[in-house]
């Protein structure tokens, strides 16, 4: 039932300031969830409210890189049924252009924080819950040019979310991972707009889907609403690919 999906749930969601993470916190609550919305950006949570009058939403500033926070957060939750770990960091790049630096930030955004998040929170997932990893297609899916930090840590993820799915059947919690193609989001018109031509890499990000167009945010949000809710009962384990064509 329309509005019913998720009633009596209650959802955890990083990067829920804007993007994927924003548009599955909306369409989680919208389905009837309590909605714990995170991000490190508290000036882009406080227009979630805005945009979805009467649901029960409640945001926290949760830096993901942060162990005392994402600590100090599982204090406050007694209980969740759905992890989303959205939170993630690209860089542009191929390995001689991958500093120390680098590779550690994209590693502590891309895979440290799944990994504090989820020994943080799986002791309050309720038995026949669901946690949603964010990985992509660019990962051990496929090799993409110049994501070398991006794909070898989001290649990681679906090795965390198989290890976890394995260990926590017992529960009957489900832990799947989501591998889009190129999405529009704000962090995307970021990275175009940082290289060298912003119109030849946005025809270049195009062309590389075989649908001929970009992914949207609320397109990637309700394949999280579906692993988030009973619907996908019998799923887990798994990698579920949603990139236009982009892998075939």
């Known amino acids: 039932m329309e509005g019913q999906r998720l009633r009596g749930k209650v959802a955890l969601v990083t990067a829920a300031g804007q993007g994927i993470g924003r548009q599955s916190a909306l369409q989680m609550a919208k389905q009837g969830a309590i909605v714990w919305a995170t991000d490190i950006r508290l000036d882009l949570l406080s227009t979630l409210a805005a945009e ?72 309050k997932i309720a038995d026949g819950g669901s946690i949603i990893n964010m990985s992509s297609v660019a990962s051990s899916i496929k090799g993409a040019p110049n994501r070398f930090a991006y794909g070898t840590t989001k290649a990681a993820v679906i090795g965390l979310t198989k ?27 970021d990275r175009v707009n940082d290289s060298q031509d912003p119109e030849q890499a946005k025809k270049d990000f195009i062309a590389r889907q075989k649908l001929g167009r970009l992914g949207t945010p609320v397109e990637i949000a309700h394949l999280v609403l579906y692993l988030a809710s009973d619907e996908s009962a019998y799923t887990t384990g798994a990698v579920e690919v949603i990139d236009g064509g982009w892998s075939i």
């Open 163 to 189: 290890s976890l799915a394995a260990d926590l059947i017992g529960r009957r919690i489900r832990v799947n991972a989501i591998c889009p193609g190129t999405v529009h989001t704000p962090s995307w018109e």
């Open 52 to 123: 979805g009058p009467g649901l029960d939403i409640r945001v926290r500033k949760v830096d993901i890189t942060n162990k005392e926070d994402i600590t100090a957060l599982a204090a406050e939750i007694n209980t969740i049924h759905i992890l989303f770990n959205c939170a993630g960091y690209v860089h542009q790049g191929s390995i001689m252009e991958c500093s120390d630096e680098i590779f550690e930030r994209s590693y502590q955004i891309n895979v440290r924080s799944m990994f504090w998040m989820c020994k943080a929170f799986i002791p």
